[in-house]
């Protein structure tokens, strides 16, 4: 593999070093400019750095959260096997509620709740051990996803194809290849020749700050256009399909990705451009029945406002509506690409037979 790509598909944005019981992340917030680790030692510093997007990305924040919830686990003195569970519990609502709509986040802190249920009553070393390696786990199985995921979405393209993505699905938000920009570094890899075009994403600029950086560092043609580009980069025939990730996928298959994707589903239906969304199991959420069910996060009106400026864009007392993200409807999907394949629709039917 080239250098260049392995360096930015292999890339530590969550590194759980065992010796010195750390968990580090590397800091989103700071990329292009800066790549800076942080460590996350207390409930505080991590909340933080998942509300404030320091660490972000569906499955990323899923990952992070499990291990999160292992050492916040260590610092638990409670004797009593039910005490410490209760305490337990109350780390893991306070993670989960750092950010609601991506569904990984619920996941994984689950999961790690499961795990510990089932080896409450065993000595403390064993029972923190079962937690690291239940959260090891989820990060190993995730990487594995990803690769599958990519090959899936690969096999959807064509040499010279150009594709259209929206906000950031690589290595820094999931694990090495990522989903909807893992068929992209792989192509790159096989010597195949993809043009993507990248919306920068506002208001937070993912696009621009993470997934052009990540396919340029990797050789990959990347051409970055503001979201309001997208409709005119279509018209001139330059896309042939759309590859976008996602936070929560219901049974129906309405999807919630970062704002702004169901805008560039409707465009690409209007000039007849096949939108694939591509993401894990995971965060398929056969409980929520349908789109509505989604919470949508809300985020500051500053993101908006002055964030990137230097002076501010807006008078203080304008009122802002920034929702961080939106819901695609079923019907303007053409595909959901998982680990197991590619769901078709009715996705009532083909996401339910994926469990
Ligand atoms: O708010 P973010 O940056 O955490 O949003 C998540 C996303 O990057 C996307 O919506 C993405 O397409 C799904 S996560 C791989």
Redesign the pocket.
């Known amino acids: 593999m080239n250098d260049a790509i392995r360096q930015v598909t292999h890339v530590q944005n969550i590194r759980y070093d065992k010796e010195r019981e750390a968990l580090y992340i590397i800091d989103q917030s700071l990329l292009p400019n800066e790549e800076r680790e942080l460590r996350l030692e207390t409930l505080e510093e991590m909340v933080e750095a998942i509300r404030s997007?320091r660490v972000?990305?569906?499955?990323?924040?899923g990952i992070c959260a499990a291990y999160c919830l292992y050492v916040l686990a260590r610092s638990i003195d409670e004797e009593d096997p039910d005490a410490f569970l209760s305490r337990l519990r109350d780390y893991a609502s306070a993670l989960n509620a750092s950010?609601p709509t991506?569904v990984n986040l619920a996941w994984a802190l689950g999961e790690m709740e499961t795990a510990a249920a089932s080896h409450a009553g065993e000595p403390r070393p064993r029972l923190l051990e079962a937690l690291y390696e239940r959260a090891e786990a989820i990060h190993r199985d995730d990487i594995a996803k990803c690769a599958a995921i990519s090959e899936y979405g690969l096999s959807l393209l064509h040499e010279g194809d150009g594709v259209l993505t929206?906000?950031?699905?690589g290595p820094l938000?999931?694990s090495r290849y990522?989903?909807?920009q893992g068929p992209f570094f792989l192509a790159a890899e096989r010597g195949m020749h993809i043009r993507v075009f990248a919306d920068e994403t506002r208001p937070?600029l993912?696009g621009a700050r993470l997934t052009s950086y990540e396919l340029h560092r990797a050789g990959v043609d990347v051409t970055l256009i503001c979201d309001n580009m997208a409709s005119m980069v279509m018209k001139n025939g330059w896309v042939q399909a759309c590859f976008?990730?996602?936070?929560r996928v219901a049974a129906n298959g309405d999807t919630a990705?970062?704002i702004g994707?169901s805008g560039v589903a409707i465009l690409a239906k209007h000039y007849g451009i096949p939108l694939y969304v591509l993401?894990p199991t995971s965060?398929i959420d056969l409980r929520c029945p349908d789109g509505a069910h989604i919470p949508i996060?809300l985020r500051d009106p500053e993101e908006i406002k002055t964030l990137w400026y230097e002076k501010p864009m807006a008078l203080p007392g304008v009122k802002c509506y920034n929702p961080?993200?939106d819901v695609t409807d079923h019907e303007l999907i053409a595909g959901i690409v998982t680990e197991k394949g590619i769901c078709r629709p009715p996705y009532t039917q083909s996401l339910a037979e994926l469990f």
């Open positions: 997007l972000r990305g569906a499955p990323a924040i950010r991506a929206h906000c950031n699905a938000a999931t990522g989903t909807a937070l993912q976008v990730g996602c936070d990705n970062k994707t993401g965060t996060e961080s993200f």
